[in-house]
């Protein structure tokens, strides 16, 4: 089968560390190697940035409170000229800011296939930054974008209904994958555990990702506290950076800040831990979850997103109900007060994600790009 022409829009994109560039560059690796000729229209990330062959760098803004993130601005008579010159098979639009908008607007212009990817929650978000009025025009937004392209990839059943339920047409569920090689267990080291503060026999409480309003950080630290109060040799260590790390370093003057780690490092971070606190609310996936938990370790998040479809409760990790921060805490407890069920449970987890790599998920995601090339308005 022959390989298509397919054109990437995102706003992020390796190697800025989040979720969705992660996702972005693991999809655009593997169609490659499956013969697909990828090029990617992002923002500018530097003034010495060149992207890579064929692709089309814009200009874009600061992202406000997310340092080296940036976002795009309207760009449609420029991927028009782009799109008539070297016409592609099928767009595909990751993130649904200003470029996106006019990414899809261009291609519909066109006649070109598009899809589409929802990867954040933006409506939620806008709650936890006192914004929570602009909620319905944000969502309204999302959905008329997602309505216009020929499908809507998702990584997950429980949010394919949320957007099928909104009236969003031809939402597929492509999932997300987890490098096990990468995240591994055997990567545990002493000497960063010692650099903790935590010996052998203590116990070393994780979060990973952006420090921020609404990954519900509050949830994480109750629960650490808790895990203090009955447990003195705990430390709770944080990984990732953020609008809220001022804030959280000034109130939590004991707790480990370890910043942003990426590749290997980040990896070590994960296996050197032991138990993984997780309390966001707003995710869509949460690949944190599915990276602790090829690493081993036991993990206590809310029965939403990643948690929800990974996580078998009580046997390989604790998913409790979304919003309860008692039972988070009592979960969170349970796991720092038993080592035995603690690693017990992680051995599970690590076993849960060995069946999930990324080449199904790229299969699954080449299956709906060539159905949409495929299709006629």
Same mark, same amino acid.
């Given at each position: 089968?022959?390989?298509?022409?397919?054109?990437?829009?995102?706003?992020?994109?390796?190697?800025?560390?989040?979720?969705?560039?992660?996702?972005?560059?693991?999809?655009?690796?593997?169609?490659?190697?499956?013969?697909?000729?990828?090029?990617?229209?992002?923002?500018?990330?530097?003034?010495?940035?060149?992207?890579?062959?064929?692709?089309?760098?814009?200009?874009?803004?600061?992202?406000?409170?997310?340092?080296?993130?940036?976002?795009?601005?309207?760009?449609?008579?420029?991927?028009?000229?782009?799109?008539?010159?070297?016409?592609?098979?099928?767009?595909?639009?990751?993130?649904?800011?200003?470029?996106?908008?006019?990414?899809?607007?261009?291609?519909?212009?066109?006649?070109?296939?598009?899809?589409?990817?929802?990867?954040?929650?933006?409506?939620?978000?806008?709650?936890?930054?006192?914004?929570?009025?602009?909620?319905?025009?944000?969502?309204?937004?999302?959905?008329?974008?997602?309505?216009?392209?020929? &499908?809507?990839?998702?990584?997950?059943? #429980?949010? =394919? !209904?949320? %957007?099928?339920?909104? /009236?969003?047409? *031809?939402?597929? +569920?492509?999932?997300?994958?987890?490098?096990?090689?990468?995240?591994?267990?055997?990567?545990?080291?002493?000497?960063?555990?010692?650099?903790?503060?935590?010996?052998?026999?203590?116990?070393?409480?994780?979060?990973?990702?952006?420090?921020?309003?609404?990954?519900?950080?509050?949830?994480?630290?109750?629960?650490?506290?808790?895990?203090?109060?009955?447990?003195?040799?705990?430390?709770?260590?944080?990984?990732?950076?953020?609008?809220?790390?001022?804030?959280?370093?000034?109130?939590?003057?004991?707790?480990?800040?370890?910043?942003?780690?990426?590749?290997?490092?980040?990896?070590?971070?994960?296996?050197?831990?032991?138990?993984?606190?997780?309390?966001?609310?707003?995710?869509?996936?949460?690949?944190?979850?599915?990276?602790?938990?090829?690493?081993?370790? &036991?993990?206590?998040?809310?029965?939403? #997103?990643? =948690? !929800?479809? %990974?996580?078998?409760? /009580?046997?390989? *990790?604790?998913? +409790?109900?979304?919003?309860?921060?008692?039972?988070?805490?009592?979960?969170?407890?349970?796991?720092?007060?038993?080592?035995?069920?603690?690693?017990?449970?992680?051995?599970?987890?690590?076993?849960?994600?060995?069946?999930?790599?990324?080449?199904?998920?790229?299969?699954?995601?080449?299956?709906?790009?060539?159905?949409?090339?495929?299709?006629?308005?």
């Amino acid at each position: 089968m022959s390989g298509l022409s397919i054109t990437v829009v995102t706003e992020t994109h390796p190697p800025e560390v989040n979720g969705v560039a992660m996702t972005v560059g693991r999809l655009i690796e593997g169609l490659r190697a499956r013969g697909h000729r990828v090029s990617v229209v992002r923002p500018r990330q530097s003034r010495d940035d060149r992207g890579g062959e064929g692709d089309l760098l814009l200009a874009g803004l600061p992202l406000p409170g997310y340092a080296g993130l940036r976002f795009g601005l309207p760009a449609g008579g420029a991927l028009v000229r782009a799109w008539r010159a070297r016409q592609p098979d099928v767009v595909h639009v990751v993130t649904e800011g200003p470029l996106g908008w006019s990414a899809v607007a261009a291609a519909r212009r066109l006649g070109l296939a598009v899809t589409s990817g929802f990867h954040t929650n933006f409506d939620r978000y806008s709650v936890h930054y006192g914004l929570g009025w602009l909620r319905p025009a944000v969502a309204a937004y999302l959905r008329s974008l997602h309505r216009r392209t020929r &499908a809507t990839v998702v990584p997950t059943e #429980a949010l =394919a !209904a949320d %957007l099928a339920g909104e /009236g969003i047409p *031809g939402v597929c +569920v492509v999932g997300r994958g987890v490098d096990t090689e990468l995240f591994d267990p055997q990567r545990r080291s002493r000497e960063l555990r010692q650099a903790w503060g935590v010996g052998e026999g203590g116990l070393a409480c994780l979060y990973v990702g952006r420090l921020a309003p609404e990954k519900n950080l509050d949830a994480s630290c109750g629960a650490f506290d808790a895990i203090r109060a009955a447990r003195p040799d705990a430390r709770m260590v944080w990984v990732g950076d953020g609008p809220a790390a001022a804030r959280l370093k000034r109130e939590r003057p004991a707790d480990c800040f370890a910043g942003t780690r990426v590749g290997a490092d980040l990896a070590a971070h994960y296996a050197s831990a032991d138990l993984f606190l997780f309390g966001s609310l707003t995710e869509t996936y949460g690949n944190v979850v599915a990276e602790a938990m090829a690493s081993g370790l &036991a993990v206590t998040a809310y029965r939403s #997103a990643a =948690a !929800a479809e %990974l996580i078998d409760d /009580g046997f390989s *990790g604790c998913a +409790v109900p979304p919003g309860d921060e008692s039972a988070f805490r009592r979960a969170a407890l349970g796991l720092a007060l038993d080592d035995a069920l603690r690693r017990t449970v992680g051995q599970r987890a690590r076993l849960v994600m060995k069946a999930r790599g990324w080449p199904a998920v790229v299969e699954r995601f080449e299956g709906v790009l060539r159905h949409a090339a495929r299709q006629i308005f």
